[in-house]
């Protein structure tokens, strides 16, 4: 027992032996006596802990990393399941809502293309009491007499005085001209009497050929549409919309602002309708006279129709 304890002793037993009076270590030669002998007896055995295996340590170590994998799998399978259960709520839930179109009836090509087709689907539908077409419809550019119209000049009253006037410059080069014209001479409606509810009729189908115009033309500003005179008469009176004008009613489909489907005869129109027409149309209705410019084009004067 003695021999396994000196003999055999451990790096840490020996820090712990002690130093002489002049702090250096004992001469190794020295025998212990009897009495250190007999302490050392006494002292408790050490005991080491027993290594283990490496099998050992690997098992316990992969139990650890079995855990977190587990504890991994387990979080990406209730993530997937989220996903999952969004996909069908996605799937099988409400459809999003889709806006109705605007019209039932839209023109293709180019903007003139497009005021061309306005033109003819429109005017084939408005008729007289006697069944006949109410007015044919020219559309172009801003022009007349093949000269072009390079401004509007618009006529307002003022807030001022009740006999001044207010006048603005607009330009008239993204603007559409529809001419309506009756068979009759100077394009005169040829058949009935002028009335005033000829006279909403035809507000009707100017309203309508600048909405549709504003809505599929997207370069278009202004519509200008020259109204077919009495009999006897010069042309005198033009419809002039600008974009912002109708900007409530291009928000909204058409048919919440003319009645879908054939137009109404000028006797036939509904109350609730004529005064629809009144209040979009009625402010919009000018007298108009052309003057020649320096630069060979002309100006479209526009002034209110009691001027």
């Given at each position: 027992?003695?021999?396994?304890?000196?003999?055999?002793?451990?790096?840490?037993?020996?820090?712990?032996?002690?130093a002489d009076a002049n702090g250096a270590p004992p001469d190794p030669s020295d025998?212990?006596?009897?009495?250190?002998?007999?302490?050392?007896?006494?002292?408790?055995?050490?005991?080491?802990?027993?290594?283990?295996?490496?099998?050992?340590?690997?098992?316990?170590?992969?139990?650890?990393?079995?855990?977190?994998?587990?504890?991994?799998?387990?979080l990406l399978a209730l993530v997937l399941a989220g996903a999952a259960a969004a996909l069908v709520a996605v799937l099988t839930g409400p459809k999003p809502l889709t806006l109705p179109p605007w019209s039932a009836w839209q023109p293709s090509g180019n903007d003139l293309d497009r005021a061309n087709e306005i033109a003819s689907f429109v005017e084939r539908r408005y008729r007289l009491e006697n069944g006949s077409q109410l007015v044919a419809i020219r559309a172009g550019p801003?022009?007349?007499?093949?000269?072009?119209?390079?401004?509007?000049?618009?006529?307002?009253?003022?807030?001022?005085?009740?006999?001044?006037?207010?006048?603005s410059f607009l330009p008239a080069s993204n603007s559409i001209v529809y001419i309506l014209c009756g068979l009759g001479d100077r394009c005169a409606v040829r058949s009935g009497k002028p009335s005033a509810e000829r006279l909403r009729l035809l507000r009707r189908e100017t309203l309508e050929l600048a909405l549709y115009t504003f809505e599929y033309a997207q370069d278009i500003d202004s519509v200008v549409a020259f109204l077919p005179p009495k009999k006897g008469s010069r042309p005198t009176f033009t419809m002039?919309?600008?974009?912002?004008?109708?900007?409530?009613?291009?928000?909204?489909?058409?048919?919440?602002?003319?009645?879908?489907?054939?137009?109404?005869?000028?006797?036939?129109?509904?109350?609730g309708e004529a005064a629809t027409i009144d209040s979009l149309t009625n402010a919009h209705l000018f007298k108009f006279q052309f003057q020649p410019l320096a630069d060979g084009g002309v100006v479209l004067i526009l002034d209110p129709p009691t001027a």
């Open positions: 027992m003695a021999e396994d304890l000196t003999g055999g002793a451990r790096a840490s037993d020996a820090a712990e032996v002690p025998a212990p006596s009897e009495a250190t002998e007999q302490h050392l007896r006494q002292l408790p055995a050490p005991t080491a802990e027993e290594p283990r295996s490496l099998a050992t340590v690997l098992q316990a170590g992969g139990r650890s990393h079995r855990g977190r994998f587990v504890l991994a799998y387990g801003p022009q007349v007499q093949n000269v072009p119209i390079t401004a509007i000049a618009l006529s307002s009253p003022s807030t001022s005085g009740a006999s001044k006037t207010n006048v002039f919309f600008q974009r912002s004008d109708l900007q409530a009613q291009l928000s909204r489909p058409l048919a919440n602002t003319v009645t879908p489907g054939t137009p109404p005869l000028p006797k036939t129109i509904a109350a």
